[in-house]
């Protein structure tokens, strides 16, 4: 880590942005470059705002195979499970469930959640055949609303979980639990540091750094309308935050505090970011009738 992305990492946390586009006058790196035009240009609004930022950024570098040991997870529990109902909570542009739904144990029903339009648009026009139930909408609402005899043999979610505060996370969860059989949660395991600590300014510059150079053609794209805005809403002071990551014991106790069972973490792809595990548990489908 460069002196001037740690002073620039430093000063976005203490909401100085001025002096965080001074630290990186002179910054050589990928990441100083993106991190300098993220702030001269002073972008607002959701990250999905721009999908295809979003689906440049998984189409390319470490998420190639990344998204293939996923899909592989995936497959497996369906595999065991043999679900009737599927639902996939974030679904994004439904790379992860397309394998799952072109081969022989695709369950007979699936449910979408996924608040962009745009990213359910291409996840529905990829499962074209297939009975689905798209929701364009946040999962709070769905789980909240739930009737009471819904029941999902799976329920999964793929790097989607993140993007709910801790307490709303544990209020979904709390709300499905009586609603699903297996839960599979696929997320990255991310160290717990002190926020804008020296620690932690430097674990964000190197796996972003490392994370940029992945990203040839499309780096630009990839950093001005993911990268960079995930980044900053981690420091800065009243910015829109858009993860709250946590390590994989602390996703365990939480899915088990909510009344899941059988909880199991595994791991399966080494990433820039942190390495991604799977986990699986199980519901108390009924309960909440």
């Known amino acids: 880590m460069t002196n001037h992305i740690d002073e620039a990492l430093r000063a976005l946390a203490d909401g100085d942005i001025g002096g965080a586009r001074e630290a990186l006058r002179g910054g050589g790196t990928p990441l100083a470059a993106a991190l300098a035009e993220h702030l001269a240009a002073a972008r607002d609004g959701s990250l999905y705002d721009r999908p295809a930022a979003f689906e440049a950024f998984i189409d390319g ?4 195979g990344l998204y293939g040991a996923v899909t592989e997870a995936l497959g ?19 790379r992860a469930l397309r394998p799952v739904m072109a081969s022989t144990r695709a369950p007979a029903a699936v449910t979408l959640v996924e608040p962009s339009t745009a990213l359910l648009d291409e996840a529905v026009r990829a499962l074209a055949g297939h009975d689905v139930d798209a929701r364009n909408t946040r999962v709070e609402p769905f789980a909240a609303e739930l009737p009471a005899d819904a029941v999902f043999d799976v329920a ?6 993140h993007t709910l505060p801790h307490e709303v996370r544990d209020r979904v969860l709390a709300d499905l639990v009586g609603h699903v059989g297996v839960l599979a949660v696929v997320e990255f395991d991310v160290p717990d540091l002190p926020h804008a600590s020296p620690e932690h300014r430097r674990f964000l510059a190197e796996a972003y750094e490392r994370g940029l150079t992945e990203y040839e053609a499309d780096r630009d794209l990839v950093a001005q309308g993911f ?4 980044l900053t809403g981690q420091l800065v002071p009243g910015a829109t935050r858009a993860t709250w990551e946590q390590p994989a014991a602390r996703w365990a106790e939480q899915v088990g505090r909510a009344g899941f069972t059988e909880v199991r973490v595994t791991r399966l792809h080494d990433y820039w970011w942190s390495p991604a595990f799977l986990l699986t548990a199980s519901g108390s489908p009924g309960s909440a009738a």
């Open 61 to 64: 570098g470490g998420n190639v």
């Open 76 to 94: 497996r529990v369906c595999a065991e499970a043999r679900p009737a109902s599927l639902l996939d909570i974030g679904c994004g542009d439904g």
């Open 156 to 161: 999964q979610s793929t790097f989607a979980l």
């Open 227 to 230: 990268l960079m805005p995930v």
